[in-house]
């Protein structure tokens, strides 16, 4: 029987407990569910003084449950802790899904050298993982690759005519309207569709 829910429940927030002066704990924000429930936050704990630990952001639901972010437990003054995120479920429409993420600073990011900061996009086929602190992606379906695949070439024709440069095409999810590449599809035989969902192309056949 054809599963027929839409979501859902999002993971449950982490928990959050300081014993310390001027110190804070924050648990992390609970995944969001689709189909299958978000992963819980990470929990963030403090024993000491002037210190800061969050826990981490739960992983996206999908097929499956999300994985939980990354717990936090600092004994000791002066100190800073970071959950990393949970890694996200494979999605219904072939999509597999991303790891989770180490937070970092801007400062830090910096500092390592990744010059642009991007959302939590998975990365062009055949560029290697070299995000600091980022899980491995799950693997897409043959059929979510080849939509993918057909999607970035018409992005890159549009970056071509309007003289962009073309190591944007994947990451861009502003200039290329969606709309725009509905169209193209259409008008070219497809019988499915695009839309962006947390940041990441979602198929859909009509």
Known sequence: MQDTRIADSAGRGGDASVVGDSS??????????VIGDGGRGGDANV???NSVAI????????IGP???GGDVSI?????IGMGGQGGEASQSDGRGGRGGRAPASPYFESWLGNG????HMKRPYGEPNNDYGSGGDALDTP?????RLIVESLKEHYFREKSLPLNDVWYDRDRVDVAWLNQQLIADGHRWTV???DSEYEFADF
Request: no cysteine.
């Open 55 to 62: 826990g981490g952001q739960g992983g996206r639901g999908g």
């Open 66 to 68: 999300g994985m939980p």
């Open 24 to 33: 804070l704990a924050k648990g992390g924000d609970a995944g969001d569910g």
């Open 143 to 147: 059929q979510y690759k080849a939509r």
């Open 116 to 119: 642009v900061r991007r959302p």
């Open 47 to 49: 024993l000491g003084s």
């Open 75 to 79: 004994e000791g003054d002066n100190a």
């Open 195 to 197: 839309k962006i969902v």
